[in-house]
């Protein structure tokens, strides 16, 4: 069965950080493209950035130079660094792995306000 969990959203001030995590279980990640999709209030869901098997990443033109997507094969594991945010990065952040199939994680919500 395959699962991805994140972990590490939560309320943070603008131009404050955040780590987020995501911990896959049932798949290789090494061989996943993996990537961090967010949906905010009363918007469709987008992507934020991804990472893929082979080693490149994009991002998002709204989140260039500000966050930052890596992974880590060893603890079959992806994050997305988050620096700098802004009320407008308010959304429920999910984790998704694409191969053949594509998973998504239950997603975790960040908060951005004073």
């Known amino acids: 069965q395959v699962r991805l969990v994140e972990s590490g959203g939560g309320l943070v001030q603008p131009g404050g950080s955040l780590r987020l995590s995501c911990v896959a279980s049932?798949?290789?990640?090494?061989?996943?493209?993996m990537a961090w999709y967010r949906q905010a209030p009363g918007k469709e869901r987008e992507l934020v950035a991804i990472?893929?098997?082979?080693?490149?990443?994009n991002y998002a033109d709204s989140v260039k130079g500000r966050f930052t997507i890596s992974r880590d094969n060893a603890k079959n594991a992806v994050y997305l660094q988050m620096n700098n945010v802004e009320p407008e990065d308010t959304a429920v952040y999910y984790c998704?792995?694409?191969?053949?199939?594509?998973?998504w994680g239950p997603g975790t919500q960040v908060t951005v306000s004073s």
């Open positions: 998704v792995a694409t191969l053949y199939r594509v998973y």
């Open positions: 049932g798949i290789p990640v090494n061989i996943y493209s």
């Open positions: 990472s893929t098997s082979g080693g490149s990443t």
